[in-house]
């Protein structure tokens, strides 16, 4: 097994929502509702994952194995904050379990956080779900700091999902 790690291009929109969708798939069961998880990855999903991509100050990292995607991050500029913040956002690592404990999801961490130092951020802000322990677990163990902020991320047949926030210096 090698794997190779690389910028995505916006040809690679399809095998990024297809990922994304497998591991959401894979990781939220139990906490989020099944019809939100089991979502097919519609030319929708294609097309605003090759606008992310294309965006400028945003950076997808893929992890490949061979010719196979296995995972990718994403970080962008905080979206809640002012034009000068100083602060990135971490969408989130997003690694097939196969891969999981292999040091794939450090990497690509490690990637974000030196491409965000490259653009001048200072921080960089992580949310997820409250019920996602052992992720929040992960986060801390790369140096993220819990904030516990909280906001609703879901409501969904009289269900509220709350996420929570985590910060970590990039210098």
């Not at 995505?8 to 998880?37: M, S, T």
């Not at 089991?38 to 061979?66: C, F, Y």
Request: charge should be negative; charged fraction near 25%.
């Amino acid at each position: 097994m090698t794997i190779s790690y690389a910028s995505a291009q916006v040809d690679d929109a399809r095998d990024v929502a297809e990922l994304h969708n497998f591991c959401v798939r894979d990781d939220y069961q139990g906490h989020l509702p099944k019809d939100y998880i089991e979502r097919p990855v519609s030319d929708v999903r294609i097309k605003a994952w090759a606008g992310w991509i294309a965006r400028q100050h945003v950076n997808t990292m893929l992890a490949m194995d061979g010719d196979e995607l296995i995972g990718f991050s994403t970080l962008q500029p905080d979206q809640h904050a002012d034009k000068a913040s100083a602060t990135a956002e971490l969408i989130g690592i997003f690694v097939r379990r196969s891969h999981w404990n292999l040091g794939v999801g450090t990497e690509l961490n490690d990637r974000i956080v030196h491409e965000a130092r490259a653009q001048g951020f200072e921080r960089i802000l992580y949310w997820d779900l409250e019920s996602k322990v052992k992720t929040r677990q992960f986060y801390r163990a790369l140096g993220y700091v819990p904030l516990n902020e909280r906001r609703v991320f879901l409501e969904h047949q009289n269900r509220v999902l709350y996420e929570t926030n985590f910060l970590m210096a990039t210098h």
